[in-house]
């Protein structure tokens, strides 16, 4: 068998700390053990927005991509796949991905290679909390 996360551990404790529990009915006690599985697994999907903003720093020092929106305007975008990668890494939950995923990508063509990308001032407006209606 293998070995107990430390959050099944803490469930596990808990759960087994609310025994006392039984004495109000068996339907108190599932409620209250209920509760505690989903305080869990929302403490594991807590976002770490200024991981999430050290790791695009770092993409875009290691790859740094410009897209032109025409008349002039220059913008610095992200690889729209990376921006993911690192959004689900950082504990990114899904109503938070699915706002990154909603955003308008622009299609970048290049030498040999085509990808999506998402410009840098709205996923950094959305990773730090700010959200953003789209144009």
Known sequence: MGEMTDTEKLYNILSNKLTWLKEYGEEVYLAAKEDIRSAIQE????????????????????????????????????????????????????????????????????????FEALRKDVVLAIVKGGGVDEE
């Open 43 to 114: 403490a594991e999907k807590t976002f770490d927005a200024d991981k999430a903003l050290i790791q695009l720093e770092i993409l875009e020092e290691e790859e740094p991509l410009l897209a032109s929106l025409g008349f002039g305007t220059m913008v610095t975008i992200f690889r729209r796949d990376a921006v993911l990668d690192i959004m689900r890494k950082c504990g990114a939950g899904n109503e938070l991905m699915n706002q990154m995923k909603r955003l308008n990508s622009i299609s970048v063509i290049r030498r040999d290679e085509t």
